[in-house]
């Protein structure tokens, strides 16, 4: 399992790969660009943040402890936890590492009534940044984007355009904006973005 | 639109959530041994209260948890919010009740797990 | 007739004025039949114009499901004397020419039924002609004057309690929509209804383009076009409990929604005024009209988001009621007890979108 051989690499497709080009067409990094980020690996966790020995055995298998406070994001390297809810996150690593990290999540939690789960492919990521990017989302937001309520670092499940997502403010960058969506909405929320994020690329 | 605190989120706007109706209704722990009339009680019938009324919320597109809030019904004013299994928190001009059995157990995590 | 407001205040002067008999079960059709054909009369009758005007209901079907059901609904219609008929998209286009048939639409319009003989009628002279019906046959109408307690002795109702005193009477009957709940507490007893908001909207007037009433329960749109030349929309129901006749701004945003997805030639139309009602609503989307725990008490409530299309036959079947104690064969099936022996009147199909 630790290695996707060749063959898959070459035949597998992410949700926006048919309109990467689109995207790219779409962006203009002085004002907003969008870009997918496919194949993350994405390992859904739930357990007690207040048991020690949970925390401990997630720390041992990612290198991180699952964030306590609600809504916030633990950043160490390639390797993400987005808090998704109160006994509930979502492990984001680099593609093809899934395998690796299920064994050792498995492992440690196996006798602790807490449960790690592949959902790799279940929602891909679009990165959204520059400085119109919080404009472009506001278009279709009812969350208030404002630092004040979203400071850097944050995630929320929330709604754009009638999709479901987690949207994370990165926590090295104010501007830039990583939406999770379902694979199956992904086309329709880049068609959304590509229309909103228009004016602002007028030169295109 | 409702702003909701959310008690795990914070506060959210009205879009994020689902409505769960009339809280604090409880299941019949032994639903073959009502009669009718009780049964049709505790399906349908409803409080339905004027002013300040107990009602339960999900965040469907956030936390996805349930939970209690104290809101007007003439006024839309949020009261209160509070987890499931918690004291109920007194409405205005209300005294403050002390807390009957919890209807549910609720997960540890529910307790002192995250959130504000 | 105690008022606690304004004649017409309540929903009835808030609704979309549709008027249709097209539902499904034959308890409902005979009752709303029964009311069609009392406004088909309605300004002979009161010497006063109603402004009915039979100009037809379509109901859309977008997909396969809608079409099966659709027809059933129009054989059952048929089969219990109620005009009925199924159109084919060419037809529907033929009977309302500004909907988008092509097949390549978001929801196509996969074909329709049509009641010729539903339509509009004006609500608040709806209300008003009433009003003077009753007036002119001697019924004393008293507003601002609300009903704050029921006065019952020994389980029998004796009068009530209002902002202008005790009235004594033998028998009370109840019309309070939204605040039925209220009006019961006061009697000791809860009835199986939640008030929520209903919200409408009417469009700035426009030349006459819309000859009929559409309704789309997959798409949730019900519009037709006022004398004025406004369009008058409806949206659904607010999801959370409310009296406040005002509920949150993304239904109606929803609602736009849907209606330029059915009809883009209302894209740039603006927006002129929006407003609420509380509906009671039932668990089966019926209507109570019965006997209560209290002896000489009737209720009549439960119409939720269609009752304005009822409300002679409602009327009619709850004068008769009150009068001999017993329901009519006509609200037979509409009783508090149908919740207790499960024989519900389940009509959230034909009830399906909000009005
Ligand atoms: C936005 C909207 C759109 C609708 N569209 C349609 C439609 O297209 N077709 C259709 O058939 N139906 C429609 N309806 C539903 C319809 O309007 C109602 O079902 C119908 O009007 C109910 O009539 P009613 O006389 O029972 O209630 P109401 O007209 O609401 O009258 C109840 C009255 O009771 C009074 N009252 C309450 N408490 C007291 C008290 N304590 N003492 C004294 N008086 C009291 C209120 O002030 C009110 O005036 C719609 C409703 C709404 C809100
Ligand atoms: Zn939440």
């Given at each position: 399992m630790a290695e996707l051989d060749t063959r898959a690499r070459d035949l597998r497709f992410s949700p926006l790969e048919a309109v990467s080009h689109r995207l790219v067409a779409a962006s203009a990094t002085d004002s907003v660009s969008a870009t997918e980020l496919p194949f993350t690996t994405q390992i859904g966790l739930r357990g007690d943040a207040s048991d020690a020995a949970f925390v401990k055995a997630v720390k041992a298998a990612i290198g991180l402890a699952p964030p306590s406070e609600a809504c916030t994001v633990a950043v160490k390297g390639d390797n993400r936890i987005l808090w998704l809810g109160p006994d509930e996150w979502l492990v984001v690593a680099p593609d093809d590492v899934e395998g690796a990290l299920l064994a050792k999540l498995e492992k440690g939690l196996a006798k602790l009534g807490a449960v790690a789960i592949d959902l790799t492919g279940n929602r891909t990521v679009i990165e959204l940044s520059g400085p119109s990017a919080r404009a472009v989302l506001e278009k279709g937001c009812y969350h208030d984007m404002h630092p004040r309520a979203f400071p850097v670092g944050r995630v929320v499940g929330t709604l754009i355009a009638h999709t479901q997502l987690f949207l994370e403010r990165a926590s090295d960058n104010p501007e830039t904006f990583r939406l999770y969506v379902r694979s199956s909405f992904a086309r329709h929320m880049a068609e959304w973005l590509m229309d909103a994020m228009a004016e602002f690329n007028e030169s295109n | 639109m409702l702003l909701i605190d959310c008690p795990y989120c914070g506060e959210r706007p009205e879009i994020e959530f689902s409505y769960g109706g009339e809280a604090h209704i409880a299941r019949p722990e032994n639903p073959g041994a009502l009669s009718d009339k009780e049964w049709a009680d505790f399906l349908f019938m409803r409080g339905n209260q004027k002013g300040a009324f107990r009602e339960r919320w999900i965040h469907t597109q956030g936390c996805r948890r349930w939970f209690n809030v104290l809101r007007d019904t003439t006024s839309h004013e949020i009261y209160a919010v509070y987890k499931i299994g918690a004291p109920k928190p007194p409405a205005p001009g209300e005294k403050p009740v002390a807390a009957k059995k919890p209807a549910a157990k609720k997960p540890a995590a529910l307790k002192k797990g995250a959130g504000k | 007739m105690l008022e606690k407001g304004w004649i017409g205040g309540g929903n009835t002067g808030r609704n979309t004025t549709i008027v249709r008999s097209n539902y499904l079960f034959d308890e409902s059709a005979h009752l709303y039949e029964k009311s069609l054909q009392l406004f088909e009369q309605l300004s002979q009758e009161l010497n006063y114009n109603v402004m009915m005007s039979q100009r037809g209901v379509m109901n859309l079907a977008h997909n396969l499901h809608d079409v099966r059901e659709s027809k059933r609904r129009v054989f059952a219609n048929k089969l219990n004397g109620v005009d009925a008929e199924w159109l084919e998209p060419e037809e529907v286009k033929a009977f309302c020419p500004i909907i988008d048939i092509s097949p390549d639409a978001r929801y196509p319009v996969m074909g329709a039924t049509l009641q010729k003989r539903a339509g509009v009628a004006r609500h608040d002279a709806v209300a008003w002609g009433f009003a003077r019906g009753a007036d002119a046959r001697g019924v004393d109408i008293i507003q601002?004057?609300?009903?704050?307690?029921?006065?019952?002795?020994?389980?029998?109702?004796?009068?009530?309690?209002?902002?202008?005193?005790?009235?004594?009477?033998?028998?009370?009957?109840?019309?309070?929509?939204?605040?039925?709940?209220?009006?019961?507490?006061?009697?000791?007893?809860?009835?199986?209804?939640?008030?929520?908001?209903?919200?409408?909207?009417?469009?700035?007037?426009?030349?006459?383009?819309?000859?009929?009433?559409?309704?789309?329960?997959?798409?949730?749109?019900?519009?037709?076009?006022?004398?004025?030349?406004?369009?008058?929309?409806?949206?659904?129901?607010?999801?959370?409990?409310?009296?406040?006749?005002?509920?949150?701004?993304?239904?109606?945003?929803?609602?736009?929604?849907?209606?330029?997805?059915?009809?883009?030639?209302?894209?740039?139309?603006?927006?002129?005024?929006?407003?609420?009602?509380?509906?009671?609503?039932?668990?089966?989307?019926?209507?109570?009209?019965?006997?209560?725990?209290?002896?000489?008490?009737?209720?009549?409530?439960?119409?939720?988001?269609?009752?304005?299309?009822?409300?002679?036959?409602?009327?009619?079947?709850?004068?008769?009621?009150?009068?001999?104690?017993?329901?009519?064969?006509?609200?037979?099936?509409?009783?508090?007890?149908?919740?207790?022996?499960?024989?519900?009147?389940?009509?959230?199909?034909?009830?399906?979108?909000?009005?």
């Amino acid at each position: 399992m630790a290695e996707l051989d060749t063959r898959a690499r070459d035949l597998r497709f992410s949700p926006l790969e048919a309109v990467s080009h689109r995207l790219v067409a779409a962006s203009a990094t002085d004002s907003v660009s969008a870009t997918e980020l496919p194949f993350t690996t994405q390992i859904g966790l739930r357990g007690d943040a207040s048991d020690a020995a949970f925390v401990k055995a997630v720390k041992a298998a990612i290198g991180l402890a699952p964030p306590s406070e609600a809504c916030t994001v633990a950043v160490k390297g390639d390797n993400r936890i987005l808090w998704l809810g109160p006994d509930e996150w979502l492990v984001v690593a680099p593609d093809d590492v899934e395998g690796a990290l299920l064994a050792k999540l498995e492992k440690g939690l196996a006798k602790l009534g807490a449960v790690a789960i592949d959902l790799t492919g279940n929602r891909t990521v679009i990165e959204l940044s520059g400085p119109s990017a919080r404009a472009v989302l506001e278009k279709g937001c009812y969350h208030d984007m404002h630092p004040r309520a979203f400071p850097v670092g944050r995630v929320v499940g929330t709604l754009i355009a009638h999709t479901q997502l987690f949207l994370e403010r990165a926590s090295d960058n104010p501007e830039t904006f990583r939406l999770y969506v379902r694979s199956s909405f992904a086309r329709h929320m880049a068609e959304w973005l590509m229309d909103a994020m228009a004016e602002f690329n007028e030169s295109n | 639109m409702l702003l909701i605190d959310c008690p795990y989120c914070g506060e959210r706007p009205e879009i994020e959530f689902s409505y769960g109706g009339e809280a604090h209704i409880a299941r019949p722990e032994n639903p073959g041994a009502l009669s009718d009339k009780e049964w049709a009680d505790f399906l349908f019938m409803r409080g339905n209260q004027k002013g300040a009324f107990r009602e339960r919320w999900i965040h469907t597109q956030g936390c996805r948890r349930w939970f209690n809030v104290l809101r007007d019904t003439t006024s839309h004013e949020i009261y209160a919010v509070y987890k499931i299994g918690a004291p109920k928190p007194p409405a205005p001009g209300e005294k403050p009740v002390a807390a009957k059995k919890p209807a549910a157990k609720k997960p540890a995590a529910l307790k002192k797990g995250a959130g504000k | 007739m105690l008022e606690k407001g304004w004649i017409g205040g309540g929903n009835t002067g808030r609704n979309t004025t549709i008027v249709r008999s097209n539902y499904l079960f034959d308890e409902s059709a005979h009752l709303y039949e029964k009311s069609l054909q009392l406004f088909e009369q309605l300004s002979q009758e009161l010497n006063y114009n109603v402004m009915m005007s039979q100009r037809g209901v379509m109901n859309l079907a977008h997909n396969l499901h809608d079409v099966r059901e659709s027809k059933r609904r129009v054989f059952a219609n048929k089969l219990n004397g109620v005009d009925a008929e199924w159109l084919e998209p060419e037809e529907v286009k033929a009977f309302c020419p500004i909907i988008d048939i092509s097949p390549d639409a978001r929801y196509p319009v996969m074909g329709a039924t049509l009641q010729k003989r539903a339509g509009v009628a004006r609500h608040d002279a709806v209300a008003w002609g009433f009003a003077r019906g009753a007036d002119a046959r001697g019924v004393d109408i008293i507003q601002n004057c609300e009903v704050t307690g029921l006065r019952i002795d020994n389980g029998r109702i004796v009068g009530v309690e209002t902002t202008k005193g005790f009235i004594g009477a033998k028998k009370v009957g109840s019309v309070a929509a939204g605040h039925t709940s209220v009006i019961c507490g006061m009697a000791g007893f809860r009835v199986p209804l939640t008030s929520h908001p209903l919200q409408a909207l009417v469009s700035e007037p426009i030349k006459p383009i819309h000859p009929c009433v559409v309704m789309s329960n997959a798409v949730h749109v019900y519009v037709s076009q006022s004398d004025k030349g406004e369009l008058v929309i409806g949206a659904g129901i607010d999801a959370y409990n409310s009296y406040a006749q005002r509920g949150s701004f993304h239904i109606i945003e929803g609602q736009m929604g849907a209606l330029r997805e059915l009809f883009p030639i209302f894209s740039r139309l603006r927006m002129m005024r929006s407003w609420g009602g509380i509906v009671d609503t039932t668990p089966d989307a019926s209507c109570i009209m019965s006997k209560t725990p209290v002896e000489n008490f009737f209720i009549n409530c439960g119409w939720g988001t269609g009752g304005f299309k009822a409300t002679p036959g409602s009327g009619w079947a709850f004068a008769y009621t009150i009068a001999k104690g017993e329901p009519h064969p006509l609200n037979a099936a509409f009783t508090l007890d149908r919740f207790t022996t499960g024989a519900l009147v389940d009509e959230h199909g034909a009830a399906g979108v909000a009005h």
